[in-house]
């Protein structure tokens, strides 16, 4: 059992942090929360057992999860690992929980105590956030991904395995610039299509009685992801730029392909693109 | 209680067949499946009690419900009402359950039995297709849409009002162009934007394995539709060619203002589209 401290208590922090304590991997939960009302929240939905100022919290803890948006981690992790400097706390291990990689292992490349430091990306989430958004079984299952991990000491490393193990994750390993071409492709981008779509369709539809009327399951799942909000989501397309925009341009000359074969009224050629989309069937359950 | 016939036992027939019995409104259920291997698994399923012929499918029913794709449908919805003339069953009604609207109005509008077509679309589905695709429940609570009903005669109007009340649909009626316009925004161009991100993907990630690890339940839900098969969908994109055409513009218009505010880091502009799509969570809960 370990002192966890967990700062940003959102979805995933929240969610974390109740499977932690259930399932018996937390001692005690301390967080930290810039915004208030979040952190009252947190604190009367059972969420941590306090929420304390920065260094307090890095003090009290064993394991420190970052869990905040990759702009904001791309500072508070360095700042983590200088406060184990300053106490000399070798001990200590610091992960993060980001979407995006490269641009944080940089950040940190060079700091004296890089080894105590996991980079990792727990592949999971709702279109939802806040620690009202928290559920438990957030992660079972799904991928847990560590980054670079000859960068960190074994010993942290470790820590992280167990901690996801815990959680019941798939442990996988890829370098932190693999990681970002991947992401683009399996996640970002889809989010992308999903804020074309939801604008597109309220900017057509000017009348919302006839999407909500007509809006089928079908259409509700391409747009459920145009729900997440900018805090999280404009930090990773910033962070993750050049892959993701890689990714767009292959899918607007699908897009293109597709307007072409309609246009024409190429029957032939509307049937092959979607003959050969339906491959996904293979990979995806 | 009626005797219904249904033209094409794949996933919307199959499902109306089991829900139709289930709750009594058929009496006897008699289908017609060109494809020898979903005639023989309709009839072991129980979807129905025989399979015949055309001509004797339309001559043993009240209700005959044509749910082919919209290509064949075009053909055989003037046959049925061909069949009734010749055999005078003035009070034999026909439906079809097709996504598409406009043409299939062109094709009957001068028939004689015009009046004893109901145009329907009930908005339900899932990405499979087949009878063993059929489950019960599949249109409960969803819009059932009926076009043109000052068309047909009040009484066929009734008849179908009542079949989509058996199955719970919530009643909706418009004419067959705003059909055809409101389809190609919610429903129609939402599979396009499928299936060009799971080309794109496939085409991106060549190694498979990695979309299968990677894959959270986001990009599962985003690229869902891109599973639905071409036999439904190339003759939907080509019957509203137009409209879907004109909203893929809008969309294709979108995702290059989103891949010039990533490519020019305009962290401002990345949240503003953000902020305006999630606009679509007052619509889809």
Same mark, same amino acid.
């Given at each position: 059992?370990?002192?966890?401290?967990?700062?940003?208590?959102?979805?995933?922090?929240?969610?974390?942090?109740? #499977?932690?304590?259930?399932?018996?991997?937390?001692?005690?939960?301390?967080?930290?929360?810039?915004?208030?009302? =979040?952190?009252?929240?947190?604190?009367?939905?059972?969420?941590?057992?306090?929420?304390?100022?920065?260094?307090?919290?890095?003090?009290?803890?064993?394991?420190?999860?970052?869990?905040?948006?990759?702009?904001?981690?791309?500072?508070?992790?360095?700042?983590?690992?200088?406060?184990?400097?300053?106490?000399?706390?070798?001990?200590?291990?610091?992960?993060?929980?980001?979407?995006?990689?490269?641009?944080?292992?940089?950040?940190?490349?060079?700091?004296?105590?890089?080894?105590?430091?996991?980079?990792?990306?727990?592949?999971?989430?709702?279109?939802?956030?806040?620690?009202?958004?928290?559920?438990?079984?957030?992660?079972?299952?799904?991928?847990?991904?560590?980054?670079?991990?000859?960068?960190?000491?074994?010993?942290?490393?470790?820590?992280?395995?167990?901690?996801?193990?815990?959680?019941?994750?798939?442990?996988?390993?890829?370098?932190?610039?693999?990681?970002?071409?991947?992401?683009?492709?399996?996640?970002?981008?889809?989010?992308?299509?999903?804020?074309?779509?939801?604008?597109?369709?309220?900017?057509?539809?000017?009348?919302?009685?006839?999407?909500?009327?007509?809006?089928?399951?079908?259409?509700?799942?391409?747009?459920?992801?145009?729900?997440?909000?900018?805090?999280?989501?404009?930090?990773?397309?910033?962070?993750?730029?050049?892959?993701?925009?890689?990714?767009?341009?292959?899918?607007?000359?699908?897009? =293109?392909?597709?307007?072409?074969?309609?246009?024409?009224? #190429?029957?032939?050629?509307?049937?092959?693109?979607?003959?050969?989309? =339906?491959?996904?069937?293979?990979?995806?359950?």
């Amino acid at each position: 059992m370990k002192n966890i401290g967990i700062i940003g208590l959102g979805l995933i922090g929240g969610s974390m942090a109740i #499977d932690l304590r259930r399932k018996g991997f937390a001692e005690q939960i301390i967080g930290v929360e810039a915004d208030p009302v =979040n952190a009252a929240a947190a604190q009367k939905i059972g969420l941590v057992d306090s929420v304390v100022g920065m260094d307090e919290c890095v003090d009290r803890s064993d394991v420190v999860i970052v869990s905040v948006p990759v702009g904001a981690a791309l500072k508070l992790i360095p700042a983590v690992l200088d406060r184990f400097e300053q106490t000399g706390a070798k001990d200590k291990v610091v992960m993060d929980v980001c979407s995006t990689k490269e641009m944080l292992a940089r950040s940190v490349k060079y700091h004296p105590c890089r080894r105590q430091y996991v980079a990792s990306h727990p592949m999971s989430g709702t279109e939802y956030s806040g620690p009202w958004a928290a559920i438990p079984g957030l992660f079972e299952g799904r991928a847990g991904i560590i980054c670079d991990h000859q960068e960190s000491s074994p010993k942290a490393v470790r820590t992280v395995e167990e901690l996801y193990d815990t959680l019941n994750m798939r442990l996988i390993y890829m370098n932190s610039s693999n990681h970002d071409v991947h992401t683009a492709y399996v996640s970002h981008v889809s989010h992308v299509t999903s804020f074309a779509l939801a604008l597109t369709v309220l900017e057509k539809e000017k009348d919302e009685k006839h999407i909500f009327d007509l809006a089928s399951g079908g259409f509700s799942s391409t747009v459920r992801l145009a729900k997440s909000g900018p805090d999280m989501w404009t930090p990773i397309f910033m962070q993750n730029r050049d892959n993701v925009l890689r990714v767009m341009d292959t899918y607007i000359d699908k897009m =293109n392909a597709f307007r072409q074969a309609i246009a024409e009224g #190429d029957e032939e050629q509307v049937r092959n693109l979607i003959e050969q989309a =339906n491959k996904i069937r293979r990979i995806i359950r």
